[in-house]
């Protein structure tokens, strides 16, 4: 096969099977169209394909078609990081700062507190779990965050499908998500601080801070089919530049879309973005994320640890709603409605898990883990959220 034809192969299968298994399997109460996506890209992955039948991996999955499916992926998923930075509205947070920040603290502090606990645990039992570069801190850190994560973009897709997106209840949840989206990115910052490069860091923060200042000059003055076309570019000097500076590309695509202000550009007209990201360039980005998973450390560990990964996050989540919701003295049931709503994880916590692989912060065997605890986590946001939901109508 040409290259291009084993690429056109590779794409029919992203495609392909997770619509077969979604739309046959009738997965949708439990399993979302994006969840099959990232399930099946870890089974066409070296540790599924590659390892049952590796001559058939190998004659598709070239390292030219990786590469290739790379390349899309990396674009893909900085489009849908900007649009997860555009959905912060840190005026409406700021104008109910009070509740948001005892909710959103709390829903941050406590999972973030539990990951940490379990870095710590997997850390003792195996240093090989820790990446090459990386200090302690920085992998107790970095999968402390993982575990606290909150899949912004994916939220507002299960909300919309609950209809509860526009509702008091949706909008709350969306205030208490951003502010957190907020911190574990300067977070992941500080983590990936990489102070050969402390000079580049500082001319980037600066001028992103000038550059954006002009941005929100410029672009209200533009008809909306412009402001499309200057984000995009934006979007992609910003990519350019946190990479250069030794963040990382999605850093620079998340503060590309948290200093733009959502209400310059039509409602619809975003709901559709996203929409059309997941349909037609998304699954690349799962592939490639199902293509980096490894069994390095045994399959038994890396299963053991994505279900103490599992109890940390979604325990914590809830634990940390719960001390708000009686703090703040919510309605009986509230509590629970919406800490299960914020532990999903999903394509936030995977592409936070590609940039600690990426930095050699964490082991591919924790990445794996990481992996199977988002895909978990995810997959039990609905059938938890709309039982409740019925019965408190």
Same mark, same amino acid.
């Given at each position: 096969m040409t290259p291009i034809e084993r690429m056109l192969l590779a794409m029919t299968l992203i495609l392909g099977l997770p619509y077969l298994v979604w739309r046959l399997g009738r997965t949708e109460c439990f399993a979302p169209l994006v969840v099959v996506q990232i399930v099946t890209g870890i089974v066409l992955g070296p540790g599924v394909l590659g390892a049952i039948f590796p001559g058939y991996y190998q004659a598709v999955f070239t390292p030219d078609v990786i590469a290739q499916l790379g390349a899309i992926a990396a674009w893909a998923v900085m489009l849908f990081v900007w649009t997860a930075g555009l959905e912060l509205d840190l005026r409406e947070a700021w104008?109910?700062?009070?509740?948001?920040?005892?909710?959103?603290?709390?829903?941050?502090? =406590?999972?973030?507190?539990?990951?940490?606990?379990?870095?710590?645990?997997?850390?003792?039992?195996?240093?090989a779990w820790a990446g090459p570069q990386a200090h302690s801190w920085q992998f107790v850190l970095g999968v402390g965050m993982a575990c606290a994560v909150t899949a912004l973009p994916i939220l507002i897709l299960f909300m919309e499908k609950l209809a509860i997106l526009r509702e008091p209840l949706g909008q709350r949840v969306l205030r208490y998500a951003s502010l957190d989206d907020v911190v574990i990115w300067g977070v992941l910052a500080l983590i990936l601080l990489d102070y050969e490069?402390?000079?580049?860091?500082?001319? *980037?923060?600066?001028? *992103?801070?000038?550059?954006?200042?002009?941005?929100?000059?410029?672009?209200? #003055?533009?008809?909306? #089919?412009? #402001?499309?076309?200057?984000?995009? =570019? @934006?979007?992609?000097?910003?990519? *350019?530049?946190?990479?250069?500076s030794g963040l990382h590309y999605m850093v620079g695509a998340f503060l590309a879309g948290a200093v733009m202000d959502r209400r310059w550009f039509n409602?619809?007209?975003?709901?559709?973005?996203?929409?059309?990201?997941?349909?037609? =360039?998304?699954? =690349?980005?799962?592939?490639?994320?199902?293509? #980096?998973?490894? @069994?390095?450390?045994?399959?038994?560990?890396?299963?053991?640890?994505?279900?103490l990964l599992l109890v940390a996050s979604v325990g914590g989540k809830l634990a940390g709603v719960h001390l708000a919701g009686r703090w703040l003295r919510w309605p009986k049931g509230e509590a629970t409605l919406i800490g299960w709503l914020l532990q999903t994880k999903a394509l936030i916590m995977i592409i936070f898990a590609n940039i600690l692989l990426d930095r050699g912060v964490i082991a591919a065997g924790t990445f794996t883990a990481l992996l199977l605890m988002a895909v978990a986590s995810t997959m039990l946001t609905v059938p938890m959220v709309a039982p409740r939901l019925k019965r408190s109508t």
């Open positions: 104008e109910k700062r009070g509740e948001t920040s005892i909710t959103a603290g709390l829903a941050l502090a =406590v999972p973030l507190a539990f990951g940490c606990g379990a870095a710590a645990v997997m850390l003792a039992q195996d240093a490069r402390l000079g580049r860091q500082a001319i *980037f923060l600066g001028g *992103f801070s000038l550059a954006a200042w002009a941005l929100a000059k410029l672009v209200p #003055r533009l008809p909306e #089919r412009d #402001r499309w076309y200057v984000s995009m =570019v @934006w979007l992609a000097a910003c990519g *350019f530049a946190g990479d250069w409602a619809e007209h975003l709901d559709l973005l996203r929409t059309h990201l997941l349909l037609v =360039v998304m699954p =690349v980005f799962f592939l490639s994320t199902g293509l #980096r998973t490894q @069994w390095t450390l045994g399959g038994g560990a890396v299963f053991a640890a994505a279900a």
